[in-house]
């Protein structure tokens, strides 16, 4: 079992930065690959990025140059640095763990409102 905790969202205006985290427990944190996703109102959830066990790292092209994932395997601790927000940004923000298995299994945190807006 897997228990996700995303934290660090907030309002911010545009421009601005965030910086999400996501504390894992319940799992060798080392084993997972681990993403950030996001769902804005009447929108399906998509991926904003992604890294795996191997630091192996993809990112939505939304994104892409702006947001920034990284892991820290001491703390069991995914972050989501977000740089230059936009309005279109805004969404819930979740945090993703997959564990490695035939098939697949996903877990997922609460999620974490970020809202840019002037």
């Known amino acids: 079992q897997v228990q996700l905790v995303e934290s660090g969202g907030g309002s911010v205006h545009p421009g601005e930065s965030l910086r999400l985290s996501c504390a894992a427990s319940?799992?060798?944190?080392?084993?997972?690959?681990m993403g950030w996703y996001r769902q804005a109102p009447g929108k399906q959830r998509e991926l904003v990025a992604k890294i795996t066990s191997g630091v192996y790292i993809t990112y939505s092209d939304s994104v892409k140059g702006r947001f920034t994932i990284s892991r820290d395997n001491a703390k069991n601790t995914v972050y989501l640095q977000m740089n230059s927000l936009k309005p279109e940004d805004t969404a819930v923000y979740y945090c993703?763990?997959?564990?490695?298995?035939?098939?697949?299994?996903?877990?997922w945190g609460q999620g974490t409102q970020v809202t840019v807006s002037s």
């Open positions: 993703n763990a997959q564990r490695p298995a035939v098939p697949p299994y996903d877990y």
């Open positions: 319940g799992t060798p944190f080392s084993m997972l690959a």
